[in-house]
């Protein structure tokens, strides 16, 4: 995260990160699986459920489809 990055937006990016770890528990898919899945190391994963790291919208675009889900759902705040 930037220097910039507001404590509203922090949030935002925590409960996202929230929000892809529990639909990724809900179907069963450990961290490496899932990771392996949209191809990020486990530890890149790892930082997106837990808001070290933001997540690019084509690696959202592509937890959404593997997730089954739309990325609204994702980022319904």
Known sequence: MNNKTTKETLEKIY????????????QHFTQEKFSEMID??????????????SV???????IAEK??????DLIDF
Request: glycine share 2%; charged share 40%; proline share 0%.
């Open 40 to 53: 990020v190391s486990r530890e890149h994963l790892a930082k997106i459920e837990t808001a070290k790291r």
């Open 67 to 72: 997730l089954n889900v739309k990325v609204k």
């Open 56 to 62: 690019s919208l084509d690696l959202l675009i592509l």
């Open 15 to 26: 409960r996202l990160g929230r929000k892809i770890a529990e639909l990724r528990n809900k």
